[in-house]
């Protein structure tokens, strides 16, 4: 689990409650857990002032992390090994193909979607070497994805449907047939909510709701959430 200490990473530790008594070990970059409830079996992959792994990366050529992780799999002894976020596994693939355990690996959307940057709007996210790596894991390990978009993506990219498992985030909303066109014009609102970063699309989605507004309609549009993209979006505002 990557820094698992921080509120927006709240979500594993719901993860992880569900499934507490079948936990032996919880990984993470910085070691320990914000609810303080995995102290007891949680490492931290991040040491690099041990001794022991200078001298075994000096001697065997393996990296650190490797390393830590092979060791820590060795010592709890799990049945199943669960990783979030396709950047851990594709890190340490080989370690955990080595261990010979079944592995389950939760993809998110930003894992499969070919993201573009306004710095480099040419630099494709999926390059040759992750795809490859999809189909290598969708053919060796059980998948999870976090949405039915997150499960085409993996089609797309060759991973077969028979290995991919959805297990939705957010909260269950009643169906509505319910459209735009269908409320007065006077009572829509709009809440953005999440991270203000480039890939999440937050300053088109003020752009957009301008449309909604040319349209007609008495909108009100509140956005819920901080990043690197809050000044941009404070100016798209006062335009």
Same mark, same amino acid.
């Given at each position: ?11 594993? +530790? ?10 032996? $070990?919880?990984?993470? #970059?910085?070691?320990?857990?914000? @609810?303080?409830?995995?102290? +007891?079996? @949680? ?7 041990? %001794? ?29 090994? =669960?990783? #979030? ?11 955990? /193909?080595?261990?010979? %355990?079944?592995?389950? !690996? +939760? ?10 940057? +306004? ?13 490859? =790596? ?11 994805? #976090?949405?039915?978009?997150? $499960?085409?993506?993996?089609? /797309? ?17 009643? $169906?509505?047939?319910?459209?735009? &066109? ?11 909510? *999440?991270?203000? &970063?480039?890939?999440? *699309?937050?300053? %088109? ?9 040319? &349209?007609?309609? /008495? &909108?009100?549009?509140?956005? $819920? ?7 941009? !979006? ?6």
């Amino acid at each position: 689990m990557p820094r698992s200490k921080k509120y927006s990473e709240l979500w594993m +530790h719901r993860m992880l409650e569900s499934i507490e008594g079948q936990i032996c $070990a919880v990984v993470t #970059n910085e070691g320990g857990d914000a @609810s303080g409830r995995f102290t +007891h079996r @949680s490492f931290s992959l991040h040491n690099p002032t041990s %001794l022991r792994r200078r001298i075994v990366s000096r001697v065997t050529g393996v990296k650190g992390n490797n390393y830590e992780l092979n060791r820590i799999i060795k010592k709890t002894k799990p049945d199943v090994i =669960f990783i #979030n976020y396709l950047m851990y596994a594709k890190k340490f693939e080989n370690v955990l /193909d080595s261990s010979g %355990l079944p592995v389950i !690996c +939760h993809v998110h959307s930003g894992n499969v979607t070919d993201y573009r940057i +306004h710095q480099d709007p040419d630099k494709s996210f999926l390059d040759q070497s992750h795809v490859d =790596f999809l189909r290598r894991i969708g053919k060796k390990w059980t998948i999870i994805a #976090n949405s039915e978009y997150s $499960a085409d993506m993996l089609c /797309d990219a060759g991973v077969g449907r028979e290995n991919i498992r959805i297990k939705y985030f957010g909260s269950p909303l009643e $169906a509505s047939a319910e459209t735009l &066109a269908d409320k007065p014009k006077d009572s829509i609102g709009i809440l953005f909510l *999440g991270r203000l &970063a480039d890939c999440k *699309g937050p300053e %088109l989605t003020i752009r957009a709701f301008e449309r909604v507004c040319d &349209a007609g309609y /008495d &909108a009100k549009l509140t956005i $819920a959430g901080d990043g690197e993209m809050r000044v941009t !979006c404070a100016m798209a505002r006062m335009e």
